[in-house]
């Protein structure tokens, strides 16, 4: 017997090595001389001590005796702990540390994934195993340490094996992974051993631990695999040369923060790298830099690239592309269908393994409510019992154990699957963005100039079309996983309930072309709901641009009238809007409980032998849940494929759209660097994007160097040279047109000459500016030839009407070329813009707002200037080709040549000489217009434009403004801790506001139904397990023989039904009510909010408009208005109810298992910090994507109204890199906000999975060893799953309502705006009807100011206006005329004086009355949409004779009379159909029609011709002969013929007296006016 001594002293030794590497004690060894002693202390704890145990029976040698098999099997682990220990917890601190702030040293081994993977699987494996030995062992007598003790350390060792692989790969020394190649070696050697002498025994395939092992050796031979490819891709063992491995060009760069793609599997599935990201959210606010850059894989560009190579492979496949959209659909698949089926195959599997949650639940209930608690015994083999699979699954905490993983696994392939499917729709919104504005840069302009094409729809495309692929990106994954759900969840709800499932299946099943039908009139009421919110916003558009005009004519609430009404339709829309949404909530929440109570009930009554069990009951029941979310997000689903749909349609339509005629590519002689350089593609865009170090600001030194290289010429700079030298353009019968047709522009031969100027001159509509247009190449040419003398680069183009970008007013000057501050100044200079720099806030670095246009009325007194300074002195005399389309004939002397345009082609041409001898006639018009006295002008070092300043401010303002600025500024930092605590607290004061608003009745039966309905589903789930438990009791008494009687026995499920029929109707019924009063209490706020916030803007002072940018408040009416109106109402409601369940499972699963209360308070603690940071940091990324995608839009909106210029300059190239730039900015924040919304869910999911581990076993043992019922465990772990479905929509909604509360607090903002003081002292009945009717006025000792606070812009004015007089008001800007003008309306506050007109004081009328009975006429002309009619008499009030009159008077009357509609045709948006200049009649008319005694004009002609202004003068004199016309002069000839001149300095008047007396004297200020514009 001594041969066999030493196996009990190996196994000592073994146990004694594992017991020193636990307790970090050294081992022990045994000697010869204690070693029996030691062998008997060691088997009892490790073999066992079972009388007769085969333990120790060796006699077939060692390797036949299970306990030495597991005993071995610990030498790999004891190996791996004792190899690695010193590296992991010596070695590691300094390392780990740098790994840390470095992440570019993050570079994955061959294999990585896959060795991940393995160990995933590895340890689940090893989990089933201890829970085998731990279950196997309760059949002994004694406890088999072995049987759990060897997987237990195998599961340490494979956690720390994978530890210790990441560690090694961060710090890339892979000479360190030889422990885990011997180990994987040792680990497959052991456990091959094991298994063949199980083979050997007859163990097989009926025994689980058999199949575990063989697993196991599959596993650890698969790993060590991987081991060794690192060792043949790496070479780090066994190679004198390894090669040289670098982290990715991504990581290299550490702006680069975005790391998904990056880090290691188990980060990449539980988002574990976001972690220090979110939680600095609450330390710091989030913003680009911090977000840093994209990955190069993820950028626009990159998937820009893909997406064109896949439609190029589809051309080289022989066949043109279809004009229809199939190409499309095509080329998304082949550029980003792969990404599309592994997001498809991850929701595969999470929706297979989320059925393991029914059968679990099945069989925990099931074990606990049979009768016989037994398991057959099982088989003893080698010394050890063998149990099958069935036993080990009939146990029921190893149940709960497999429902907790399962349900780890199935919300983490689910958050894998959303993730990976938003991520490629973000990839192609990118791409689709970057391929609409390449296809931008090369449309024709007549489908943009022509209405073919319109800068709205382009837009939509961008911000709408590729958001809808995106979306279907999303939810495709969903599209193919529906059909499984459906047919799994039949199935098996078949298999549970037989025929009666059917019956319930069919009832879900009727579910879905019910929400076909209500999708579709969701889509039709959106639809309309959308067509009249465009109306309404363009209607609150013209209000908001118009404001001014609106309160000097109190026509306020006409547009308000015409705003409700539409609002009201809006309402309508709304209202349906509202019902399909109530009916749609209403069916998701009732059909669940319809189905189980036809389930329920046909299976009691019509199956034979009916037994509804708790476990069949609460399987079913979750099994209806399961099949029924898949047909509630049918509608969603259909609704996105049916927009993407037509999405792609719209999208093939706009690509197939006309581009421009491009030259043809010179073939150079020889190829060179340069010229290899010079084409034009995108991957050098892309260059430039990586050599960039900020996302959005560039730095001016980068921006310098750019600009400092030699500028690149396009392969269209290349054209034929023209032989004349002296001829820069050339066009020779040149026939253009905008579209199919007549031509534009015909019989064109022309030469501009090298070097000097050309002005182009014509009436209004011959043809000037197309004939521009044309030599860019931007019309279509039918016949002819244009050619370019010293190849066509670069031209500066300035259009008719002014383009300006949303940024700085220098960057706009300089338009991305290299500063030069010599040059700059010179230019200032030369243009008179730095008075109007001086009074902006911050001089030329200030930002140009969106529509925000200071240049756009660009006083024409500066034109003088900048001919002499700019055009004649810098640019003609830089010898520049200059070609200047004017209609100012007194230039045409300046001219070197001129080309006179007459209907569509060439009048004459030459010099004005030459001119003047071949066209006397022409010359003699000419000449009757050109010398005559120019327009007066203020002195240029005066001038200053006016609306470079808040139109009613004095530069006071701005002062004042500024010094606030810096008082707050001094705050700011002392403030920052109690902002970031804002941060963090939800918006309650906005919250009451909105219920405030919905209504007390609403909101206390929203508040009433959602706790009754709450509380009646679980009495009805409360019911459902009584009633299934009183079955098992009914059938142990029946069983036991404990029936008083034969009837008694007989369970009668009548009385239960009763009853559970009752409560589901109720449920029914409330849910219901809860659908509508959820969405009628959203609606009542939405009403009362829109209507106040309307009424606030129409009575607020014009303060808030001059201060306030009009783009702010108008997107209070837009998209703070859209949030309130359709996504609060539905946010309420997600949050409502995903708390309530949540509140209630939490309690049903303490109410039954008590012990779960100690579990929930650190449970409430993690998901309490959890949501506080998750909060803080996506609202700052949804306000991030919000932010940044209003740069990227405005892009595409400037590149459309520019791209004439654009092209001019040849910065296409330029403009796609900005756009490139906004994109990523875009994407990167999306990718952020979709990434922490999968770090939130993936949390809360992994807690809702612990809280069905803790429920399940809390449960089992009470009901194991209580009186705790099988129904009740049922019903705890159903509300545990419950738990586990909406805790992270409880927190995912909270935070969605925190960022759309922030709507209703920026609107109840502006209603604490305090009104215009409206209401006067005298009555409307107590004014005169025909007041005034003489027209005098009265002005004593007036004061007045724009806000209190600042200083008075009029002081102490007194004068006296006598009826029919006409005078003329001149100054210098900031002396107060405009304020004169505007006292007389109570635009501004008077706080001294009064004005009297006709015998009333104007501060006691209403100031509806006051407005009304005056008239003026702005310099800035305004037209609203709708008729020309509804344009001069909102009111309705003239006949159509006045009507006629007025424009008779406009000289208008032939344009609207040549109009299809006449008075009714219409004038579009803004008066765009119409000319500038046209439009000032316009706005001449409109005060015609009025006639009232008074009329105020303040500088009504600046946009109008000379010829055109002379014969309105004339007009004006003899119309108004009898009225009293007070006109604000900028130009000083256009009061000479005044009979009164009053000249104003700071407020104050300084001359007052007729024209001829203050002419003769000679130090009259006037007369210096009059004296400086000769």
């Known amino acids: 017997?001594?041969?066999?001594?030493?196996?009990?002293?190996?196994?000592?030794?073994?146990?004694?090595?594992?017991?020193?590497?636990?307790?970090?004690?050294?081992?022990?060894?045994?000697?010869?001389?204690?070693?029996?002693?030691?062998?008997?202390?060691?088997?009892?704890?490790?073999?066992?001590?079972?009388?007769n145990s085969a333990a120790y029976n060796v006699d077939r040698g060692v390797l036949n005796n299970g306990c030495f098999l597991d005993a071995l099997g610990l030498v790999p682990h004891v190996f791996l702990f004792f190899s690695t220990f010193p590296i992991l917890f010596i070695g590691w601190g300094s390392q780990s540390s740098k790994v840390h702030i470095h992440h570019s040293t993050w570079l994955h081994f061959p294999g990585h994934n896959l060795r991940w993977m393995l160990t995933f699987v590895l340890l689940f494996?090893?989990?089933?195993?201890?829970?085998?030995?731990?279950?196997?062992?309760?059949?002994?007598?004694?406890?088999?340490?072995?049987?759990?003790?060897?997987?237990?350390?195998?599961?340490?060792?494979?956690?720390?094996?994978?530890?210790y692989y990441h560690n090694i790969e961060t710090s890339n020394f892979p000479k360190l992974l030889f422990a885990l190649l011997m180990y994987w070696m040792l680990a497959f050697v052991t456990k091959t051993i094991k298994f063949a002498k199980y083979d050997g025994h007859g163990i097989g395939l009926g025994q689980l631990r058999f199949c575990i092992t063989g697993l196991l050796v599959l596993i650890y031979g698969l790993l060590l695999a991987v081991e060794v490819n690192v060792v043949l891709g790496r070479r780090y063992l066994c190679f004198t040369q390894p090669p040289e491995a670098k982290p990715p060009d991504d990581l290299q760069d550490l702006g680069v923060r975005y790391l998904q793609p990056f880090v290691n599997l188990l980060s990449k599935s539980t988002y574990w790298w976001m972690n220090k990201f979110i939680t600095s959210a609450h330390k710091r606010p989030i913003d680009l830099k911090i977000l840093g850059k994209l990955p190069i894989a993820m950028r626009a560009i990159t998937n820009y690239q893909r997406l064109r190579k896949a439609i190029e492979a589809q051309k080289k496949e022989g066949t043109p592309l279809p004009r229809g959209p199939q190409w499309i659909w095509r080329a998304m698949q082949l550029a980003f269908g792969k990404s599309l089926l592994l997001s498809i195959t991850f929701r595969f599997m999470a929706d297979l393994l989320g059925f393991a949650g029914p059968l679990c639940i099945s069989g925990i209930v099931h074990h606990i409510s049979r009768e016989n608690h037994t398991i057959p015994h099982p088989v003893k083999l080698l010394g050890v019992h063998f149990i099958s699979s069935q036993a080990f699954l009939a146990n029921a905490y190893v149940l709960a154990v497999l429902l907790f993983l399962a349900l780890i696994l199935q919300r983490t392939f689910l958050q894998a699957s959303y993730y990976v499917a938003i991520e490629t729709g973000i990839k192609l919104r990118g791409a689709m963005q970057a391929k609409i504005y390449t296809k931008i840069m090369r449309l024709c302009t007549s489908n943009l100039s022509m209405g073919d094409m319109t800068l709205g729809q382009i837009s939509n495309l961008v911000a709408i079309d590729s958001n809808q692929l995106m979306w279907f990106f999303f939810l495709c994954p969903n599209l193919c996983a529906m059909p499984v759900q459906v047919v799994i969840g039949v199935f098996m709800l078949y298999y549970l309930l037989g025929v009666s499932a059917l019956i319930g299946a069919t009832v879900i099943m009727l579910l879905a072309p019910v929400q076909y039908l209500l999708a579709t009139q969701l889509s039709r009421a959106q639809k309309s709901t959308f067509e009249h919110t465009s109306e309404r916003l363009k209607r609150t558009n013209e209000l908001l641009r118009g404001i001014k005009l609106l309160k000097l004519y109190a026509w306020e609430h006409i547009f308000r009238k015409g705003i409700e009404e539409m609002r009201a339709k809006e309402l309508t829309s709304l209202r349906h809007f509202a019902l399909y949404t109530s009916v749609s909530i209403f069916l998701n929440a009732a059909i669940p409980i319809v189905a189980v109570l036809t389930t329920f009930l046909v299976h009691v009554y019509i199956s034979a032998n009916s037994e509804l069990s708790p476990d069949v009951a609460f399987a079913s029941l979750s099994l209806f849940h399961i099949l029924v979310t898949p047909l509630f997000l049918l509608s969603s689903v259909l609704r996105s494929t049916v927009k993407a749909l037509v999405s792609v349609q719209k999208l093939s339509e706009f690509f197939c759209g006309e581009e421009i005629e491009t030259e043809p590519e010179p073939k150079p002689t020889t190829p060179t660097k340069s010229t290899t350089s010079n084409q034009n593609n995108i991957k050098s865009v892309y260059l430039c994007q990586l050599q960039a170090k900020n996302l959005l600001n560039r730095k001016r030194n980068a921006k310098k160097d750019q600009n400092n290289a030699p500028a690149k010429k396009s392969p269209e700079e290349e054209a034929p040279v023209d032989h004349d030298h002296n001829v820069c353009i050339k066009i020779i019968n040149g026939y253009f047109t905008w579209t199919q047709g007549t031509p534009t522009l015909s019989n064109i031969d022309i030469r501009v000459p090298f070097g000097q100027l050309t002005m182009v001159v014509g009436q209004v509509g011959c043809g000037k500016s197309s004939l521009?247009?044309?030599?860019?190449?931007?019309?279509?040419?039918?016949?002819?030839?244009?050619?370019?003398?010293?190849?066509?680069?670069?031209?500066?183009?300035?259009?008719?009407?002014?383009?300006?970008?949303?940024?700085?007013?220098?960057?706009?000057?300089?338009?991305?070329?290299?500063?030069?501050?010599?040059?700059?100044?010179?230019?200032?200079?030369?243009?008179?813009?730095?008075?109007?720099?001086?009074?902006?806030?911050?001089?030329?670095?200030?930002?140009?707002?969106?529509?925000?246009?200071?240049?756009?009325?660009?006083?024409?007194?500066?034109?003088?200037?900048?001919?002499?300074?700019?055009?004649l002195r810098m640019l003609r005399g830089e010898k520049r080709t200059v070609v200047l389309v004017t209609h100012k004939l007194h230039y045409l002397p300046h001219a070197d040549w001129i080309i006179a345009m007459r209907d569509g082609t060439v009048h004459t041409q030459g010099t004005l000489r030459d001119i003047q001898y071949s066209e006397p006639e022409l010359y003699e018009q000419w000449r009757a217009l050109m010398y005559r006295e120019e327009a007066g002008k203020e002195s240029t070092s005066e001038m200053r434009k006016k609306s470079f300043r808040r139109n009613m401010y004095s530069r006071d303002i701005h002062t004042r403004d500024e010094e606030e600025d810096d008082e707050e500024s001094t705050t700011d930092e002392d403030s920052l801790a109690a902002e970031l605590r804002h941060r963090e607290t939800i918006p309650w004061r906005s919250f009451s506001a909105y219920l405030r608003a919905s209504g007390l009745l609403l909101l206390l039966l929203f508040v009433v139904s959602q706790l009754t309905k709450h509380s009646l589903m679980v009495a009805i789930d409360y019911?459902?397990?009584?009633?299934?438990?009183?079955?098992?009791?009914?059938?142990?008494?029946?069983?036991?023989?404990?029936?008083?009687s034969e009837q008694a026995c007989v369970f009668t499920h009548s009385p239960y039904l009763l009853v559970f029929c009752v409560l589901c109707c109720l449920g029914i019924v409330l849910c219901l009510v809860t659908s509508v009063a959820v969405e009628w209490t959203g609606l009542r706020a939405a009403t009362e909010l829109h209507g106040n916030l309307l009424k606030i803007i129409i009575l607020a002072p014009m303060r808030l408009f001059e201060t306030t940018p009009l783009g702010n408040i108008l997107n209070r009416f837009s998209a703070d208005t859209n949030t309130i109106d359709q996504h609060i109402p539905t946010t309420l409601e997600c949050l409502s109810r995903s708390t309530l369940l949540c509140v209630s499972a939490?309690?049903?699963?303490?109410?039954?298992?008590?012990?779960?209360?100690?579990?929930?308070?650190?449970?409430?603690?993690?998901?309490?910090?959890?949501?506080?940071?998750?909060?803080?940091?996506?609202?700052?990324?949804?306000?991030?994507?919000?932010?940044?995608?209003?740069?990227?839009?405005?892009?595409?909106?400037?590149?459309?109204?520019?791209?004439?210029?654009?092209?001019?300059?040849?910065?296409?190239?330029?403009?796609?890199?900005k756009l490139l730039e906004y994109a990523d900015a875009n994407n990167i924040a999306s990718l952020f906000l979709t990434t922490a919304n999968r770090w939130l869910e993936v949390r809360m999911e992994y807690i809702g999975a612990f809280v069905v581990l803790i429920a399940a076993v809390a449960s089992i043992s009470n009901s194991l060893h209580s009186q705790l019922s099988?129904?009740?465990?049922?019903?705890?772990?159903?509300?545990?799953?419950?738990?586990?479905?909406?805790?992270?929509?409880?927190?995912?909604?909270?935070?969605?309502?925190?960022?759309?509360?922030?709507?209703?607090?920026?609107?109840?903002?502006?209603?604490?705006?305090?009104?215009?003081?409206?209401?006067?002292?005298?009555?409307?009945?107590?004014?005169?009807?025909?007041?005034?009717?003489?027209?005098?006025?009265?002005?004593?000792?007036?004061?007045?100011?724009?806000?209190?606070?600042?200083?008075?812009?009029?002081?102490?004015?007194?004068?006296?206006?006598?009826?029919?007089?006409?005078?003329?008001?001149?100054?210098?800007?900031?002396?107060?005329?405009?304020?004169?003008?505007?006292?007389?309306?109570?635009?501004?506050?008077?706080?001294?004086?009064?004005?009297?007109?006709?015998?009333?004081?104007?501060?006691?009328?209403?100031?509806?009355?006051?407005?009304?009975?005056?008239?003026?006429?702005?310099?800035?002309?305004?037209?609203?949409?709708?008729?020309i009619r509804f344009n001069l008499d909102p009111e309705r009030k003239a006949s159509d004779r006045m009507l006629w009159e007025a424009?008779?008077?406009?000289?208008?009357?032939?344009?609207?009379?040549?109009?299809?509609?006449?008075?009714?045709?219409?004038?579009?948006?803004?008066?765009?159909?119409?000319?500038?200049?046209?439009?000032?009649?316009?706005?001449?008319?409109?005060?015609?029609?009025?006639?009232?005694?008074?009329?105020?004009?303040?500088?009504?002609?600046?946009?109008?011709?000379?010829?055109?202004?002379?014969?309105?003068?004339?007009v004006v004199m003899t119309a108004f002969a009898d009225r009293t016309v007070v006109t604000i002069a900028h130009r000083v000839n256009t009061i000479l013929n005044s009979d009164v001149v009053i000249v104003m300095k700071r407020g104050v008047i300084v001359e007052y007296d007729e024209p001829g007396v203050l002419l003769e004297q000679s130090d009259s200020v006037f007369a210096s006016f009059v004296r400086a514009d000769k």
């Open 1270 to 1427: 099988a129904g009740q465990v049922g019903l705890a772990l159903t509300y545990a799953l419950m738990v586990s479905n909406y805790l992270n929509w409880m927190v995912r909604n909270l935070a969605d309502m925190e960022v759309q509360l922030g709507c209703v607090k920026r609107i109840s903002s502006l209603l604490q705006t305090d009104p215009e003081p409206n209401q006067g002292l005298m009555t409307p009945a107590q004014v005169p009807a025909k007041w005034p009717q003489r027209g005098e006025i009265n002005i004593e000792n007036l004061s007045v100011r724009y806000a209190s606070g600042l200083k008075p812009a009029l002081k102490h004015v007194n004068t006296h206006i006598r009826p029919g007089q006409k005078v003329g008001i001149c100054g210098r800007t900031g002396s107060g005329k405009s304020s004169f003008s505007l006292a007389l309306f109570r635009m501004v506050d008077t706080f001294e004086g009064q004005i009297i007109v006709d015998g009333i004081n104007i501060a006691k009328l209403p100031l509806q009355i006051l407005r009304s009975r005056f008239s003026i006429i702005l310099q800035d002309p305004f037209m609203f949409s709708g008729t």
């Open 1 to 51: 017997m001594f041969r066999y001594q030493p196996i009990p002293a190996v196994i000592s030794i073994s146990t004694n090595l594992l017991h020193s590497f636990i307790l970090h004690t050294p081992p022990l060894l045994p000697t010869c001389h204690h070693l029996k002693t030691r062998v008997s202390n060691s088997t009892l704890s490790f073999c066992g001590n079972d009388n």
């Open 772 to 871: 521009l247009l044309a030599a860019l190449g931007e019309m279509q040419m039918i016949s002819g030839s244009v050619s370019w003398n010293r190849k066509r680069g670069p031209v500066a183009f300035a259009s008719q009407r002014p383009w300006l970008l949303n940024t700085t007013v220098e960057e706009n000057i300089l338009f991305d070329t290299a500063p030069n501050q010599t040059r700059y100044r010179d230019v200032v200079d030369a243009c008179s813009l730095q008075p109007d720099f001086d009074s902006l806030p911050q001089g030329d670095q200030t930002v140009i707002g969106d529509r925000d246009d200071p240049f756009s009325s660009l006083d024409i007194h500066l034109s003088d200037h900048l001919m002499m300074q700019g055009i």
């Open 1023 to 1044: 019911w459902l397990a009584h009633w299934t438990s009183s079955v098992i009791v009914a059938k142990l008494a029946a069983a036991e023989g404990n029936c008083t």
């Open 1447 to 1514: 424009l008779e008077i406009a000289q208008l009357m032939p344009v609207v009379k040549g109009l299809p509609g006449g008075l009714d045709s219409m004038v579009t948006e803004g008066g765009e159909n119409f000319s500038q200049g046209q439009r000032q009649l316009f706005c001449l008319a409109r005060a015609f029609v009025r006639k009232s005694s008074i009329l105020i004009m303040d500088e009504a002609t600046a946009s109008i011709d000379m010829a055109t202004e002379s014969i309105l003068q004339k």
């Open 1146 to 1217: 939490f309690g049903v699963i303490a109410y039954i298992t008590p012990v779960f209360l100690i579990t929930l308070a650190p449970l409430g603690i993690v998901c309490y910090f959890i949501q506080k940071y998750f909060r803080v940091a996506s609202r700052d990324l949804q306000q991030l994507e919000d932010t940044t995608q209003t740069p990227l839009l405005s892009h595409y909106s400037e590149t459309v109204e520019g791209l004439t210029t654009i092209r001019a300059y040849r910065y296409e190239q330029r403009f796609k890199k």
């Open 125 to 163: 494996v090893l989990v089933c195993e201890i829970a085998e030995g731990i279950v196997s062992d309760g059949f002994s007598q004694s406890r088999h340490l072995h049987l759990y003790m060897t997987p237990g350390l195998a599961l340490l060792a494979a956690i720390t094996s994978i530890i």
